[in-house]
C-alpha cells in the first residue's frame, strides 16, 4: 500500500482510540470523522475533518446514513494500481483515503440480554460500519483496515517504524480479520431476527450458522498427534460463556481432555443442590457425593473408586475452604480443581502442589444452562439436539412392586437418577447415602454394565440402589443386581419384556421405581 496520507475514523468502541488517532495526526495523516467519534477527538486537541465536510452531503436519518456515500466507497475502492480508478477518482474530486478504523454497533451484547426490545435490537444493526470493514478488505492491496482496539498499538508501530506504510503481509491480515467480523456480525442478526421475527425456536432453527473466536491453541487434541483448538462460542440469549469465563489460578495449561472433563465436572456439580464434588475420568464420573459440607463430600467422592480416580479433574459446587481444600491435596495425583472460589487458606495449600490446574468458576452451583444446544459432528454434516434437561418428578414415577423404598431409598434413587444422564450408555449407577459406590459406563450390554458396576461397588452393594439410563430389555439386569445386593431400582421401563423384569424385582422383594423417561448418552 501507498503511505498513509488520510485516514476515515468511525467507531462504536472508543477504547485506546485517542491515543492511536494523535499517532496517526502526529505522523501528518489527515483524519476524517464522523459523529461521536469526531467530537471526542476534537475535544482532545486532535485535528478532524467532519465526513459531512468530506463527501459535501450531511448525516441523515438520525445517523442511519453517514458513510454511505460515493465520495467515501470511491475512495476506499479505487484500486490504486488501476489508472483507470486513479484518472476517474481525479475527476470526481474523490480525495483517496487510504487507511480505514471501523469498529461495528455491539449488537452481538445488546441481543444477549434476555429481554431486549425488538425496536433497540434493530437500531443496533450496523450498515454503514459493515460496507466499511468489506469496502476496504476487498481493497487490501491499497487500503488498510484496522476493526479491533486490540489492533492498535501493532498497526501504530508498524506505520511509525516504516515511514506510514503498512506492509502486503499487514494489510491481508487485517483484510482477512474484517471478514470474519462481518461474517460472523450477520450470523448473528440472523440467527437474533429469525427467532424475533419468524418465531424459530432458539435451539433448532432452519439455518445454523456456527460463529466462534479462538481462545486458545492447544498442545495437542485428545492424543498428541492431533491438532487441538480451543473456540469460545458467543453468549447469546442469556446463555452461559461457561468454561470461556473461567479463570485459572494455578498450574499447567490446560489440555484439550482437560477442557472435556472440566465441563462435564461443571455439569455434574451444577446439578445438585447440597454441597457436591465430583471426580471425572475420562468424561464419566468415577465418584461423586453429597454432604453436610464439601470436605466431607469430597472424602466420600474420591472414596467412592480411589484407584480411578488417579489423575481425575475433581468439580465442586461449592467456594473451597481449608478442610476441603487439604482433603483435596491429601488425595493424590489429580489434573485439575473448579470451584466457584477458593478462601485464601485453601487456595495456598492447594497452589502447593504448582502442576495442579486450579479453575474458578463462579457460575458453578446456580441453576444449569438447559437453553444451550449440543453438537456433534458427522460426516458431511451436524447433528444437534438440546442439552438434556433432567426432570426429576418423584410424584410422576410410578413403584411397580409391593415392596415400597424407604426414605432414605428414595432420597438416593433420585441422588442415582440424577447421575445417570451424565454417565455414557448404558448407564448403571450404584449409590449408597448419597455416594455414588459403582458406576457401569459405555459397555455394550446392559447386563455388563450392572455386573461392572457391582463389581466396582463390592461389598457397598449391600442395601444399595440403583439407576439404569434405559430400560433393562431383560431379566438379567436386575437379576444381576439383586445378586449383588441391591435393594431398591430406578429405571424408565417400557421393555417389551417389562413384566419379567419387574416379576424379578417382586420376587426378590426390593422396589423398583418407573419414570417414563430415559437419558441416553452416546
Known amino acids: 500500500?501507498?503511505?498513509?496520507?488520510?485516514?476515515?475514523?468511525?467507531?462504536?468502541?472508543?477504547?485506546?482510540?485517542?491515543?492511536?488517532?494523535?499517532?496517526?495526526?502526529?505522523?501528518?495523516?489527515?483524519?476524517?470523522?464522523?459523529?461521536?467519534?469526531?467530537?471526542?477527538?476534537?475535544?482532545?486537541?486532535?485535528?478532524?475533518?467532519?465526513?459531512?465536510?468530506?463527501?459535501?452531503?450531511?448525516?441523515?436519518?438520525?445517523?442511519?446514513?453517514?458513510?454511505?456515500?460515493?465520495?467515501?466507497?470511491?475512495?476506499?475502492?479505487?484500486?490504486?494500481?488501476?489508472?483507470?480508478?486513479?484518472?476517474?477518482?481525479?475527476?470526481?474530486?474523490?480525495?483517496?483515503?487510504?487507511?480505514?478504523?471501523?469498529?461495528?454497533?455491539?449488537?452481538?451484547?445488546?441481543?444477549?440480554?434476555?429481554?431486549?426490545?425488538?425496536?433497540k435490537l434493530i437500531?443496533?444493526?450496523?450498515?454503514?460500519?459493515?460496507?466499511?470493514?468489506?469496502?476496504?478488505?476487498?481493497?487490501?492491496?491499497?487500503?488498510?483496515?484496522?476493526?479491533?482496539?486490540?489492533?492498535?498499538?501493532?498497526?501504530?508501530?508498524?506505520?511509525?517504524?516504516?515511514?506510514?506504510?503498512?506492509?502486503?503481509?499487514?494489510?491481508?491480515?487485517?483484510?482477512?480479520?474484517?471478514?470474519?467480523?462481518?461474517?460472523?456480525?450477520?450470523?448473528?442478526?440472523?440467527?437474533?431476527?429469525?427467532?424475533?421475527?419468524?418465531?424459530?425456536?432458539?435451539?433448532?432453527?432452519r439455518r445454523l450458522t456456527l460463529s466462534a473466536v479462538k481462545k486458545q491453541t492447544l498442545r495437542y487434541g485428545e492424543n498428541p498427534h492431533q491438532a487441538g483448538v480451543w473456540y469460545e462460542t458467543p453468549a447469546l440469549f442469556g446463555n452461559s460463556r461457561g468454561l470461556a469465563s473461567a479463570r485459572q489460578l494455578n498450574g499447567k495449561e490446560l489440555s484439550f481432555n482437560n477442557l472435556l472433563d472440566l465441563d462435564a465436572a461443571v455439569d455434574m456439580a451444577s446439578a445438585f443442590s447440597k454441597p457436591t464434588a465430583v471426580v471425572i475420568k475420562h468424561?464419566?464420573?468415577?465418584?461423586?457425593?453429597?454432604?453436610?459440607?464439601?470436605?466431607?463430600?469430597?472424602?466420600?467422592?474420591?472414596?467412592?473408586?480411589?484407584?480411578?480416580?488417579?489423575?481425575?479433574?475433581?468439580?465442586?459446587?461449592?467456594?473451597?475452604?481449608r478442610a476441603a481444600a487439604r482433603a483435596i491435596f491429601d488425595s493424590g495425583f489429580l489434573e485439575c480443581v473448579i470451584a466457584p472460589g477458593y478462601d485464601p487458606a485453601a487456595l495456598k495449600i492447594l497452589s502447593e502442589k504448582k502442576n495442579l490446574r486450579i479453575m474458578e468458576l463462579p457460575s458453578i452451583g446456580s441453576s444449569r444452562n438447559k437453553s444451550r444446544i449440543q453438537i456433534k459432528q458427522i460426516q458431511g454434516g451436524f447433528l444437534v439436539q438440546d442439552a438434556d434437561a433432567l426432570h426429576k418428578r418423584p410424584a410422576q414415577w410410578k413403584c411397580v412392586t409391593p415392596k415400597k423404598p424407604t426414605f432414605a431409598q428414595k432420597r438416593d434413587l433420585i441422588f442415582a437418577w440424577t447421575v445417570t444422564p451424565f454417565v455414557r450408555s448404558n448407564s448403571i449407577v450404584i449409590v449408597k447415602d448419597e455416594q455414588v459406590v459403582g458406576v457401569g459406563a459405555g459397555m455394550t450390554s446392559r447386563v455388563d454394565s450392572v455386573e461392572f458396576a457391582a463389581k466396582k461397588a463390592g461389598k457397598r452393594t449391600k442395601g444399595a440402589v440403583l439407576a439404569s439410563d434405559g430400560f433393562f430389555p431383560k431379566p438379567d439386569g436386575p437379576m444381576a443386581a439383586v445378586k449383588a445386593g441391591i435393594r431398591a431400582i430406578i429405571q424408565p421401563g417400557g421393555s417389551i419384556q417389562d413384566e419379567e423384569v419387574i416379576r424379578v424385582a417382586r420376587k426378590a422383594g426390593i422396589a423398583m421405581i418407573l419414570t417414563g423417561e430415559r437419558h441416553f448418552k452416546h
Open 1 to 119: 500500500m501507498n503511505r498513509v496520507g488520510r485516514v476515515l475514523i468511525s467507531v462504536s468502541d472508543k477504547t485506546g482510540l485517542v491515543p492511536f488517532a494523535r499517532g496517526l495526526a502526529q505522523m501528518g495523516a489527515e483524519i476524517v470523522s464522523t459523529g461521536g467519534t469526531s467530537r471526542l477527538l476534537r475535544e482532545q486537541g486532535i485535528r478532524v475533518r467532519e465526513i459531512a465536510d468530506f463527501t459535501g452531503f450531511p448525516e441523515i436519518l438520525d445517523g442511519r446514513v453517514k458513510t454511505l456515500h460515493p465520495k467515501v466507497h470511491g475512495a476506499i475502492l479505487a484500486d490504486r494500481s488501476n489508472r483507470r480508478h486513479l484518472q476517474q477518482a481525479k475527476e470526481l474530486k474523490i480525495g483517496l483515503i487510504d487507511l480505514v478504523v471501523v469498529n461495528l454497533y455491539p449488537f452481538e451484547s445488546v441481543v444477549s440480554r434476555k429481554i431486549t426490545p425488538l425496536n
Open 283 to 321: 468424561n464419566n464420573p468415577c465418584g461423586l457425593a453429597s454432604a453436610v459440607n464439601l470436605k466431607i463430600a469430597y472424602q466420600k467422592a474420591f472414596a467412592g473408586d480411589p484407584l480411578s480416580a488417579f489423575g481425575g479433574i475433581v468439580g465442586l459446587n461449592r467456594r473451597v475452604d
Open 123 to 205: 437500531e443496533e444493526i450496523d450498515i454503514g460500519g459493515v460496507t466499511l470493514l468489506r469496502a476496504s478488505a476487498k481493497n487490501y492491496r491499497s487500503v488498510g483496515i484496522v476493526s479491533s482496539p486490540c489492533q492498535y498499538e501493532a498497526v501504530l508501530k508498524e506505520l511509525q517504524n516504516n515511514r506510514g506504510v503498512l506492509s502486503d503481509a499487514t494489510c491481508a491480515r487485517l483484510a482477512v480479520k474484517a471478514f470474519e467480523q462481518t461474517a460472523a456480525y450477520d450470523a448473528v442478526i440472523g440467527q437474533a431476527l429469525a427467532q424475533k421475527l419468524l418465531k424459530e425456536p432458539r435451539r433448532t432453527p
